[in-house]
């Protein structure tokens, strides 16, 4: 499976805004459901009642999944405008005849893995220290993969919670630095199935790995990847992205660590050519 190059070194050190502060991961989980005792004799019209219910309750998952859903059905991404909420995103609304937007995500310098031309590319803004994505990463990832064998690209982009997360960015930075030497996705996934971080870990991983240790100190201390990782955060809170993890499908976004089941939806429903393009 081929790997997308690291991007472009900046010669420049640049300074991480302090003011930037994205929001907490949000844990969008389904809500527990009553348990029934006993067995119940349902007439006719109690039937239709019952798949109303459940009519209007697919409705509501739609809207955890597809985030930006809107009436005027504009695909452009843009900056945080006044009718974009300001807090943690954790429903979008669902007007009577919805229409999916589909956000350009730029992958050209980030790192891929999966076929060039596959049908669908899964882009994910994620930060290696928050539960919520190490969650996913450990359930969902590998069988979702496994799941669609040659059929997705998956793109990470880098969303690093500093307010709450001190390693994060750090860790983002060992794992550009690691793919220097062609190690970024070993590296990645380390970094995803550790319970903690910090110097110590970072040297640790790339010990483990064979890497040149005076070329990844130099980079670490260097801190040649901040500026490409601080674009990432910028560009991810100008598209109002509000929590961790946050993924696109095709440009489609899905909010939180989803189960394997909602993804599958949403990419069944691609690959059939189900979504308006």
Known sequence: MPVMPPRKKQTTEPTIDPDIEPVLETENLPEEQPVVEDTLTFK?????AVVTVLAFAAGVLLGYVVWGMESTGSAAPGPQTADQPSGPVVEAPVT????????????????????????????????????????????????LLAAYPGKIKMVYRHFPLTS??????????????????????????????????????????AQDLGLDMTSFEACMSDHKYQQ?????VDFAIDLGIRSTPTFFINGIAIVGAQPLAVFQQVIDKELAGEFPK
């Open 44 to 48: 006719r019209s109690h039937f239709y």
């Open 96 to 143: 009577q005849e919805p229409q999916f937007k589909r956000y350009d995500i730029p992958i050209e310098d980030s790192y891929a893995l999966g076929p060039e031309d596959a049908p669908i590319t899964l882009v994910e803004f994620s930060d290696y220290q928050c539960p919520y994505c190490r969650s996913w990463h450990k359930e969902v990832y590998e069988p």
């Open 164 to 205: 709450i997360h001190p390693d994060a960015f750090p860790a983002a930075e060992a794992a550009m630095c690691a793919g220097e030497q062609d190690a970024y996705w070993p590296y990645h996934e380390k970094l995803f199935g550790s319970d903690s971080l910090g110097n110590d870990t970072f040297t640790t991983y």
């Open 228 to 232: 490409d990782i601080q674009a990432d």
